[in-house]
């Protein structure tokens, strides 16, 4: 039973990592990139959805991991096989971190995506700004919900790692 929970806990760290280092890594290096490298903002635009796609899609198996992870971790706690009780805040913090990663992922990101192709698509200036100026108002939320749910992972990493820390002392 311990090599399962040990499985277990590292897939929980490895779906965190994805989670909070995907994020960092198209933040910090790949948005960046793009706009120093690519020629139009609308291939850099396009390439920055396809990649935030990806992350996504990332995050929503990240999810998977680790609704089963505490899931599997409860049911041991609840048969007597392991003294880690699941907190209350683990629970909170994982259900804010996929109830964000649902708003993003299946209504906030499709919208600005639509929004960003209508505006890339417009012909007359005119029109090409008020697209634009509608892409922008809906993804000033759409980052801060993004930086709100790694600060959030960033959360319950800690939450696991100080778990540790109280059962080796």
């Known amino acids: 039973m311990r090599q399962g929970l040990i499985a277990c806990v590292t897939c929980e760290m490895l779906a965190l ?20 490298t690519f020629g139009g903002q609308d291939t850099g635009g396009f390439f920055l959805t396809r990649a935030f796609d990806g992350y996504n899609r990332l995050v929503l198996g990240a999810a998977a991991i680790l609704m089963a992870g505490i899931l599997w971790r409860a049911w041991l706690y609840q048969q007597g096989l392991t003294d880690e009780a699941i907190t209350r805040t683990e629970w909170l913090l994982l259900g804010a971190m996929l109830l964000t990663a649902g ?22 200036e005119e ?15 759409v ?27």
């Open 103 to 124: 708003v993003i992922t299946f209504v906030l990101h499709p919208q600005a995506a639509a929004l960003q192709a209508q505006a890339f698509a417009s012909k007359g």
């Open 143 to 169: 980052r801060v919900l993004y930086i709100l749910n790694v600060g959030l992972g960033i959360a319950l990493l800690t939450l696991r790692v100080r778990s540790w820390i109280r059962v080796k002392e």
């Open 17 to 36: 990592a994805v989670w909070i280092g995907g994020l960092l890594v198209l933040v910090a290096a790949v948005i960046p990139a793009v706009f120093n």
């Open 127 to 141: 029109a090409r700004k008020a697209a634009f100026e509608a892409f922008f108002q809906l993804h000033k939320p």
